[in-house]
């Protein structure tokens, strides 16, 4: 089964410290999401990608996050500098644009900021 | 639907026995919805779609059913099994949106033996 991948699983650094975390969509699918999911807020989108261009980031803290998609296969969410608020997990999910089509997630990674 | 923060509804079922979740969708506009189940330490994963010109959708073991009049989804589970245990999303996609989806807020299932 083709999944999406997410690296790290599981992240554990101190506040101030730079996360970078990585997706690699499912082969073939245009349209990459970044969500983040907590217990207070649920899943919140933050940003998305389609065709390696930025359609919307508007859920996303501009002054300490960035996303990016330097090729196709591969999709960043980095986090500068981390703080104990960004604790939470983090989706990547990918689809292809073409049509009604559902998300396909990976496992998210698992961010704790000391 | 609306993000419900900490306290997600739950919904405790005997094994064997059939499970409905529900889901109130917000946008009129949508015209595609999508149930997904979250385990323990997992994403999010595709159970099944419905399109806004039907009305029913079966998968194995489980249903969609829509009513568009009312803004409502909902998910059976027939012969609920204890790997069913999970929090269940519903998901609208407005037609003007692209791919995009809005979230409901879950709902847990919790499966007895």
């Known amino acids: 089964d083709a999944r999406v991948t997410q690296t790290p699983r599981h992240k554990v650094t101190e506040m101030g410290q730079e996360v970078t975390m990585r997706c690699q969509p499912i082969l073939g699918h245009n349209t990459v999401f970044w969500y983040r999911q907590t217990m207070m807020q649920g899943l919140e989108l933050l940003a998305y990608?389609?065709?390696?261009?930025?359609?919307?980031d508007s859920g996303m803290p501009k002054d300490r996050f960035s996303a990016e998609m330097p090729d196709a296969t591969l999709a960043t969410l980095k986090i500068q500098p981390s703080e104990p608020r960004d604790s939470a997990v983090y989706f990547c999910?990918?689809?292809?644009?073409?049509?009604?089509?559902?998300?396909?997630f990976g496992d998210g990674t698992r961010l704790s900021i000391l | 639907g609306e993000s419900v923060g900490l306290h997600l509804p739950t919904l405790s079922v005997q094994e064997g026995d059939n499970s409905i979740i529900n889901c109130a969708y917000s946008n009129s506009a949508s015209d595609y919805f999508i149930w997904y189940k979250q385990e323990s330490g997992k994403g999010p994963q595709f159970i099944i779609d419905i399109r806004s010109n039907m009305d029913k959708r079966q998968g194995q073991r489980v249903t969609v059913l829509l009513n568009k009049t009312v803004k409502h989804l909902s998910l059976q589970i027939a012969a609920t099994q204890p790997g069913d245990s999970a929090v269940y999303f519903c998901?609208?996609?407005?037609?003007?949106?692209?791919?995009?989806?809005?979230f409901g807020g879950g709902t847990r299932v919790l499966v007895k033996p």
């Open positions: 990608f389609r065709n390696r261009a930025p359609l919307d």
């Open positions: 999910a990918s689809v292809n644009s073409g049509g009604s089509q559902p998300q396909h």
């Open positions: 998901a609208e996609n407005p037609r003007a949106a692209g791919n995009k989806l809005t």
